[in-house]
């Protein structure tokens, strides 16, 4: 089988950077484009030189529906917006869609599904392997423990992410609500401020952090009398979710138009 030929969007950030260097250096893909928004200093660019590896011959524009059309994957950690304009680009050119991205607000998913009847969209707020292998084990920790534990997220970003709750934490508070059959919405508490009272049984509780160039800590603690549970996910390199990407979009390549997750590519809901 030929390489699959995938276009990195928002090229010339962190994300897109290491979603460049992840397509080159992975066997099975090849870079055939490179996205950045209109009016970017990037535009023109080689993506390989901006990525620190040398010329790849693929400079950056700012035309995805030309992309997308020549292609067979998009690898996509941009903005909500931006996102939901990809879906619909990639549906039209009925293509595997690898959404990273994250801060989606209530509401704004829906339009991921209309995509999904046409395009293989994977979506997940962290595309690491070993995050999603945690979420399952957080999911099958809260059923087994249950609400006599307390359940709280702790997690630690670098000082310019911009979202809070970060996608990580939201995914393992959902692992966690769907373990014990409840929805997170109804349990999640975000802020504690003041006099707040004894903590209710069974939410779930999210601390953020900001700091310095932290790539990502995450530790779901599970409290219970006498005794404490903690399963903890350290990213020290942001390339693990770039190559977690690259692997999703490959799986992808064959399915059925549809919305899928990471679990999904590990096969961890068999």
Not at 91 to 104: C, F, K, M, P, S
Not at 169 to 183: K, N, P, V, Y
Not at 193 to 207: E, K, M, N, S, Y
Request: aromatic share 4%; charged share 20%; no cysteine.
């Amino acid at each position: 089988m030929t390489d699959m030929r995938l276009v990195v969007v928002g090229a010339a950030g962190r994300m897109g950077q290491a979603l460049v260097r992840a397509v080159t250096a992975m066997d099975g893909v090849t870079l055939s484009a490179a996205i950045e928004r209109e009016g970017s200093a990037a535009l023109g660019h080689d993506a390989g030189e901006l990525a620190g590896l040398g010329p790849l011959g693929v400079r950056i524009t700012d035309d995805p529906l030309t992309a997308f059309a020549a292609s067979e994957g998009v690898l996509d950690f941009t903005t909500p917006k931006a996102s939901l304009w990809f879906a619909e680009l990639a549906a039209q050119a009925r293509i595997v869609h690898i959404i990273g991205t994250t801060g989606w607000v209530d509401g704004e998913l829906e339009p991921l599904k209309a995509a999904a009847r046409h395009a293989r969209l994977v979506k997940s707020g962290n595309m690491s392997l070993g995050v999603n292998l945690l979420a399952a084990l957080v999911r099958k920790a809260a059923a087994a423990l249950g609400p006599d534990f307390d359940l709280e997220i702790v997690e630690m970003h670098h000082r310019h992410k911009v979202d809070a709750p970060s996608g990580t934490a939201l995914l393992l508070g959902e692992a966690a609500a769907a373990g014990r059959g409840i929805a997170l919405a109804e349990h999640s508490v975000r802020v504690r401020d003041g006099h707040t009272g004894p903590r209710p049984a069974g939410d779930i509780g999210f601390a953020t952090l900001r700091g310095g160039s932290v790539v990502g800590d995450h530790t779901v603690i599970l409290a219970g009398d006498g005794e404490r549970v903690e399963l903890s996910h350290k990213a020290e390199d942001r390339q693990i979710f770039a190559r977690g990407a690259v692997k999703a979009a490959l799986w992808a390549r064959d399915k059925k138009p549809g919305l899928y997750s990471m679990a999904d590519v590990l096969g961890l809901n068999d």
